[in-house]
């Protein structure tokens, strides 16, 4: 059964960790996402190319060009497009403040929602100690988490197989180790901290892959998750209202039969 086309309307659209250029990436989910959804306002917050694994490893498809493209389209189209690198893609850092093809690229950004709030913008990893302080443990962290993910695409296979649709189980593998949980704890008191010190009412960043939106400390904080374990989005309504989007549970997506295909279980 193929999904319904239905075009979602919103005033934002905040994406990151889409990782383009690994296996993992789910350009097929963000493609019909994009392909379904309009905005006045798209912030890409890090993390959309991964040049730690093109680095190593040439992997490029279809599918990641027409992502670029689309986003491209997007910007020729009238909708503000910004760009916040991360870590993974810290290459585009050295073209801050600059606009390329429509797309401005700025290190961090405050977005002033409908109803007047002010949201620092980040993707994050500045905040993170491990890629502060100890890059080498970071790249080991890099190398686990492919072999997670490469779980994940048998496991999700199997899963298909039996009319199941997607499930991440690397998510899940990461939320059972207490190690785990208690970073993504002190990431997310840090970046609050920072946006209360700024004097603003909340942060919206990447980095974990932990899709997120609570008070903490008094502010909010909400995190948009990414395009390789939980494939969601974080999205502004008309009136300022926030909400996250988990696309592949909301539309049952499940790996495709055939190269380039959406699937529904």
């Known amino acids: 059964m193929q999904t319904t086309e239905v075009t979602r309307r919103y005033r934002t659209v905040f994406l990151s960790d889409i990782h383009l250029g690994t296996r993992g990436c789910r350009a097929d989910f963000l493609l019909d996402f994009l392909r379904r959804t309009e905005c006045e306002r798209l912030f890409l917050v890090g993390d959309v190319v991964d040049g730690w694994r093109l680095r190593k490893s040439w992997y490029w498809t279809e599918e990641f060009d027409e992502v670029v493209r689309h986003v491209l389209r997007l910007a020729r189209s009238g909708v503000q497009v910004t760009y916040i690198p991360g870590n993974h893609d810290e290459m585009f850092r050295a073209w ?7 797309i401005r690229l700025v290190r961090e950004a405050v977005h002033v929602t409908a109803d007047g709030r002010r949201l620092l913008v980040i993707h994050g990893d500045e905040f993170d100690g491990v890629i502060r302080y100890a890059r080498f443990l970071a790249l080991l962290g890099d190398w686990a988490y492919d072999q997670a993910l490469v779980a994940n695409r048998w496991f999700n296979e199997a899963r298909r197989r039996l009319g199941y649709p997607y ?60 395009w390789v374990e939980s494939c969601t989005a974080l999205v502004e309504h008309a009136d300022g209202r926030f909400e996250l989007v988990d696309w592949a549970r909301e539309n049952r997506l499940s790996f495709p039969p055939a190269p380039g295909a959406i699937a529904t279980a």
């Open 167 to 226: 499930w991440s189980l690397s998510q899940w593998m990461k939320r059972q180790v207490k190690g785990a949980v208690k970073a993504i704890d002190r990431f997310e008191a840090a970046l609050a901290t920072e946006a209360r010190r700024r004097g603003l009412d909340g942060v919206i960043c990447g980095h974990i892959h932990h899709a997120e939106m609570r008070v903490v400390q008094g502010v909010l904080y909400m995190n948009d998750g990414d």
């Open 96 to 102: 801050l403040g600059l606009e390329v093809a429509g």
